[in-house]
T-cell receptor
């Protein structure tokens, strides 16, 4: 069965600094990967997804993620964060039934 | 479309009472997911429907929980009787037919507090 590991429960970073949120998944023949964002008191919304093709995927709000098959990783990055990026970020993988398997989430804390 | 609509947004109830959470899917979507989110356990899938049929209910905690889709656009999650440990934020999400890359659209959640 697929599994997703988000190694950091919280990542504090200064405003305008770069950030990387880590995600690793259990290996599979075919894998489809997602990052969702949950702003305070909101539901989750899709940030970006990898299905095939270019391993660098660009999403909304300046975020991007890189699919690395050899390291079974799909880390999320942003070159310069803003206070509005304060949220919890969830990595997910789609299994053979196309259901989403979720990571535990990483809280991004922006320090002024 | 207004997106996935959940009601109520907040619910406070006494232990032992019945609680019903409601969800309206996005028009045209035929998959429906109920999730529970807590600090301790994170995001847990409770049940998944496709075309109004429950496909996977292995996440439903116990018999006190039940979920229905009386029609293609509406679902309810019922807890009877409720217990303090049921306190959580409950989300529903809908999507198109499951396929590669299908995105799930979430409602804003119902924050349930059982006292």
């Amino acid at each position: 069965a697929q599994s997703v590991t988000q190694l950091d429960s919280q990542v504090p970073v200064f405003e305008e600094a770069p950030v990387e949120l880590r995600c690793n998944y259990s290996s599979s023949v075919s894998v489809y990967l997602f990052w969702y964002v949950q702003y305070p008191n909101q539901g989750l919304q899709l940030l970006l997804k990898y299905l095939s093709g270019s391993t660098l995927v660009k999403g909304i709000n300046g975020f991007e993620a890189e699919f690395n098959k050899s390291q079974t990783s799909f880390h999320l990055r942003k070159p310069s964060v803003h206070i509005s990026d304060t949220a919890e970020y969830f990595c997910a993988v789609s299994d053979s039934n196309y259901q989403l398997i979720w990571g535990a989430g990483t809280k991004l804390i922006i320090k002024p | 479309d207004a997106g996935v609509i959940q009601s109520p947004r907040h619910e406070v109830t006494e232990m032992g009472q019945e609680v019903t959470l409601r969800c309206k899917l996005i028009s045209g979507h035929n998959s429906l997911f109920w999730y529970r989110q807590t600090m301790m356990r994170g995001l847990e899938l409770l049940i998944y429907f496709n075309n109004n049929v429950p496909i996977d209910d292995s996440g439903m905690p116990e018999d006190r929980f039940s979920a229905k889709m009386p029609n293609a656009s509406f679902s309810t999650l019922k807890i009877q009787p409720s217990e303090p440990r049921d306190s959580a934020v409950y989300f529903c999400a809908s999507s198109l037919e499951p396929a590669v890359g299908t995105e799930a659209f979430f409602g804003q959640g119902t924050r349930l507090t059982v006292v």
